[in-house]
């Protein structure tokens, strides 16, 4: 029976030109993060089922563990694999109380799994990258606005072309709700927030099964379709009437994050004020963001988060309100190799390549090396020495190396190294490593 090596589906990797894209967008995410402030940690792949149950409906998607030659009864049956970094982050900060400095704001890069079917950009294995701030007892709006603010930038520095990202409030939605004698409030987000996914026609219907006159709910999903840029949202707020608390408070924050988000919109990446997202999480509490790429919207969201009041407070008794954004790294990738929305050329990470004439120059060949890699320079010396020269080019290009290194031979020669750039296919003759270095 043949053996079938390949990897398993929805469990993704990725050729080195990929991966290497994905380590400068991750440097970039790393770079803008703590350019806030925020600090690094990680967290077990493993959590407590009881710490990962939720309100939320993901249940169903947690793998949980045990050991392939368990005997009997596991002890190990009460845990699983993290579907996000959130709720592991809330129980970090809960257990680690003691040693954060407050507001605790951290950024997080690591793998989270989840059992769904495998499709376009969604898989049952990938990176997510992840910002969050958490205060003790309180956390001032103006964390919701920076959170949006972060992510744009790093979105922008990618450099893939157009994004949109969209605020909304869940207390604004509720209220909104509210007004239209919807009662089952939680059931009716969760309606809302699959539109784009199902289509108008398909959440009117499903809105009408919950009991909502069909009039009412086309009323509704009108209201709700109209985005707006964020500088503009009081165009939105001026249509609806502010007549209870949800409303009033949903407004008064959403005002104050659109106010300090004022002028980040450019030619690549939008903020818009979307009365539509919901997100199914029952955990958000407040904003709530959904990111698209524009003109990809067919993949849905590639970064999304929002305000969270009790979700800390869950493995403590002290209030830990937070709020974050999570972007979908791997969906991320996944769109941008597909879509070729930006080049997967690089061969490989070096930088300059030595060719030899014979074997017997390995021993000075690695002497240059270990010069130049001490500047910084990423280089790499042929594996075969006895190898011709045409072959050895062929695989210095095939490294990615911009430069070529000959240490030349022969009475009128010794001393003297030959560089070429192999991108220009140009050469010069160099003397000595420290020149090497200052062309490079």
Not at 86 to 109: E, G, S
Not at 179 to 198: S, V, Y
Not at 219 to 226: A, G, Q, S, W
Request: hydrophobic share 35%; proline share 3%; net charge negative.
């Amino acid at each position: 029976m043949a053996t079938n090596y390949t990897n398993p589906s929805g469990f993704p990797e990725h050729i080195p030109s990929v991966l290497q894209e994905e380590l400068r967008i991750r440097d970039i995410m790393r770079s803008v993060y703590e350019s806030y402030g925020y600090v690094p940690i990680e967290t077990p792949s493993v959590e407590y089922k009881e710490t990962l149950a939720s309100k939320g409906d993901i249940s169903k998607e947690v793998y949980t563990i045990a050991r392939a030659l368990a005997e009997g009864d596991s002890k190990e049956d009460d845990r699983a694999l993290r579907f996000d970094l959130t709720i592991p982050f809330a129980r970090y900060v809960a257990q680690h109380f003691n040693d954060l400095t407050f507001p605790f704001k951290r950024w997080q890069i690591q793998r989270v799994w989840r059992g769904e079917r495998p499709q376009a950009g969604r898989f049952r294995e990938f990176y997510q990258s992840d910002i969050d701030v958490i205060g003790n007892g309180s956390l001032p709006i103006h964390f919701d606005a920076e959170v949006v603010a972060m992510v744009h930038e790093v979105l922008n520095e990618i450099d893939f072309g157009g994004f949109t990202i969209g605020i909304n409030h869940r207390k604004l939605l509720q209220g909104i709700l509210k007004q239209f004698g919807i009662t089952d409030l939680e059931n009716t987000l969760r309606i809302i927030d699959k539109c784009d996914k199902i289509g108008l026609e398909k959440t009117i219907n499903a809105l009408e099964e919950s009991g909502l006159k069909k009039d009412e709910a086309e009323k509704l999903m009108n209201l709700l379709e109209v985005k707006t840029p964020i500088d503009e949202i009081d165009t939105f707020i001026s249509q609806i009437e502010a007549n209870n608390d949800l409303i009033k408070d949903g407004v008064s924050e959403l005002k104050a994050i659109a106010s300090l988000l004022k002028g980040k919109s450019n030619k690549n990446g939008k903020i818009v004020f979307n009365p539509k997202i919901a997100r199914g999480l029952d955990y958000y509490t407040g904003s709530v963001y959904e990111t698209t790429i524009d003109g990809y919207e067919k993949y849905g969201s590639i970064c999304s988060g929002g305000r969270y009041e009790n979700l800390a407070g869950k493995f403590s008794n002290k209030e830990l309100p937070g709020v974050g954004i999570s972007i979908g790294l791997s969906r991320l990738m996944y769109i941008l190799e597909k879509e070729s929305l930006l080049p997967f050329d690089k061969a490989g990470v070096t930088d300059i390549y030595i060719l030899l004439l014979n074997e017997s120059q390995r021993f000075e060949a690695n002497k240059v090396a270990d010069q130049l890699r001490s500047a910084g320079i990423r280089t790499q010396v042929s594996h075969d020495g006895e190898q011709k020269l045409g072959k050895q080019f062929n695989h210095a290009e095939k490294s990615g190396a911009q430069y070529g290194l000959i240490i030349n031979e022969g009475e009128d020669s010794a001393g003297t190294m030959t560089l070429k750039n192999l991108n220009e296919r140009s050469e010069s003759i160099v003397k000595s490593v420290e020149e090497v270095i200052k062309i490079l």
